[in-house]
């Protein structure tokens, strides 16, 4: 559906079936089950982020009331705070790109 997208749009519609992948019947995680996706399939943005304050905010809140569920979207702010908030994002920014 994406074969002539952008490198974005091809970068959220992977976001997008990752989720829809563990998401239930009802297209919502438990916030254990996304705490989990989040450490297995974003492992390099996270890592090295767990004295951060804010970074230990977001893994807290998932561990509260793990049971509970999440929507896309807020399974979409999540992951967008933590690349936010990465060291890696950082790196990434210093990497001159040439085209």
Known sequence: ?????SDLE?????????YNNYADPESKLSKSETKSLLQSQF???IQGQENKPKYQEIIS???????????FEDFMIL?????????????????KTTK
């Open 10 to 18: 091809k970068a959220f519609a992977t976001a997008a079936l990752v």
């Open 61 to 71: 809140s998932l561990d509260e009331e793990s049971e509970n569920k999440i929507n």
């Open 43 to 45: 492992g390099h943005f």
């Open 1 to 5: 559906a994406l074969r002539k997208g």
């Open 79 to 95: 992951l967008v705070s933590l690349t936010l908030m990465s060291d890696l994002l950082q790196e990434i920014k210093n990497v």
